[in-house]
């Protein structure tokens, strides 16, 4: 584990609105997340944009709001989220962990103000996200952050690319909506292989437009890993 070679310095965090979100990166091994003894909130789990949005406002007081598990057990449900790779089936058990989460997502932010480091969030959503910008903003006003937001779904409404000091938003569809829905199971296909290398390269390129430092993407590529 420790030999494994991370290529950039950076730190990502995702804001959802699913798992994708964290395993496109994470199976590049773009970032060092042996540093993370948890999961970020937003990991591993389902989470609309509204919901993100509620979370964030509250501080989080609301994560538990409405929760359940699944009729099979396996899956814990709130009024916010959907979380369905847990590895306990526990109710108290989870929401140690949601706390720890939480507590790591707060620590990491606080870190990247104390070094006066630029932290990098990943978003899947349809449009620009104006909204969290605004949010982020005001929640964290010595942050330095700037959004990788990418649309995968197919959409009639082409709404242009966006770079700002905040935001990258592009569109970079997946063929079909039954596709985007199962995007990590796409992935693992030839098909949907090369579309992650094209999300890949424009997310180098995001990368390296903050840091000046160029990334080779063949060989990043190359170091694909599964991740669950």
């Not at 929760?67 to 140690?96: A, P, Y």
């Not at 569809?173 to 098909?191: D, L, Q, R």
Request: contains cysteine.
């Amino acid at each position: 584990m420790g030999d494994t070679k991370h290529f950039t310095d950076f730190s990502i965090i995702s804001l959802g609105s699913r798992c994708w979100s964290r395993t496109l990166w994470n199976s590049f091994n773009l970032v060092n997340t042996e540093t993370r003894k948890w999961r970020m909130p937003f990991d591993g789990c389902i989470t609309s944009y509204k919901s993100l949005l509620s979370l964030l406002d509250n501080d989080f007081d609301n994560v538990f709001s409405k929760l359940r598990k699944s009729v099979t057990g396996k899956i814990f449900l709130t009024e916010f989220q959907n979380f369905q790779h847990e590895k306990t089936d526990d109710l108290e058990n989870f929401k140690e962990q949601e706390h720890f989460r939480i507590k790591q997502f707060y620590d990491e932010i606080n870190f990247h103000i104390k070094e006066k480091k630029t932290l990098v969030f990943f978003l899947t959503y349809a449009r620009y996200p104006r909204k969290l910008i605004s949010l982020l903003k005001d929640k964290f006003p010595k942050l330095k952050f700037k959004i990788f937001c990418i649309s995968i779904w197919p959409s009639k409404k082409q709404e242009k690319s966006i770079n700002d000091e905040f935001c990258y938003f592009t569109r970079m569809e997946v063929p079909s909506a039954k596709k985007a829905e199962n995007i990590i199971h796409f992935g693992k296909t030839t098909e949907g292989q090369v579309f992650e290398k094209k999300v890949l390269e424009e997310l180098l390129n995001f990368l390296t437009e903050l840091s000046g430092v160029p990334y080779d993407l063949d060989e990043i590529f190359s170091a694909r890993k599964d991740i669950s």
